[in-house]
């Protein structure tokens, strides 16, 4: 099945600091979404983007499909902003189901 | 905007006991997956329904069963718990069957003691 790897594992940074979060995947995409899951564990929706750029607020995420990778920015962190991100792809040879990456685990510290 | 809806939040089992997850997808939406999170894991698909048909088959226990019913709600049963069921179980749904996001559930919460 296609691969999901998601970089860095872990990312420490101070109240204020921007991030980029990668997401490489190993075969061609129809779908792909990034989520921010709360410390409740809520998967919360943050962007459907299998190709191209879209932004909402200080969030915005590039997919580049040709090249099998996408990235997530978020400027500006605040400590609302902690948690896992998943990026989760969905190939186009009727596998019909979004697979996960294992997830970049973002602290922000006041 | 109406979500997906997931019930019970919350459930604690004891080992062997049977436990049933239900989901309510949100109007409209004609496809309903299941995915099971372990403490410190990524969401695993289970199973998937399109128009009350399943679609597809992941790493899902024969302990499990599941269905979509005319209504296109679709539930969860597990039965045999073992502890290594304890998890976090999300539904999502989608639009359409072949395009567009998934939007998941707040998730059921499983405790086997």
């Known amino acids: 099945g296609i691969q999901v790897e998601q970089s860095p594992p872990d990312l420490i940074l101070q109240e204020g600091a921007n991030s980029t979060l990668r997401c490489n995947f190993s075969?061609?995409?129809?779908?792909l979404q990034w989520f921010h899951q709360n410390p409740w564990g809520q998967l919360i929706n943050l962007f459907y983007i299998p190709s191209g750029t879209k932004q909402n607020g200080r969030l915005s995420a590039t997919t580049v499909a040709t090249e099998r990778y996408s990235l997530l920015y978020i400027s500006s962190s605040q400590t609302t902003d902690s948690g896992v991100y998943f990026c989760a792809v969905m190939t186009n040879f009727g596998n019909e189901k979004l697979t996960f990456g294992t997830g970049t685990r973002l602290t922000i510290i006041p | 905007a109406a979500g997906v809806i997931q019930s019970p939040r919350h459930l604690i089992k004891e080992k062997r006991e049977t436990a049933t997850l239900k989901c309510y997808p949100i109007p409209r939406h004609d496809t309903v997956y299941w995915y099971q999170q372990g403490p410190g894991q990524d969401p695993q698909f289970l199973i998937s329904?399109?128009?009350?048909?399943?679609?597809d088959k992941g790493s899902i226990p024969d302990r499990f069963s599941a269905q979509q019913f005319s209504d296109y709600h679709s539930e969860l049963n597990m039965s045999s718990l073992e502890l290594g069921d304890s998890a976090l179980y999300f539904c999502?749904?989608?639009?359409?069957?072949?395009?567009?996001?998934?939007?998941f559930g707040e998730g059921s919460r499983l405790t086997v003691l």
């Open positions: 075969d061609s995409v129809n779908n």
């Open positions: 329904f399109y128009e009350k048909m399943q679609s």
């Open positions: 999502a749904s989608r639009l359409n069957y072949l395009t567009g996001e998934l939007f």
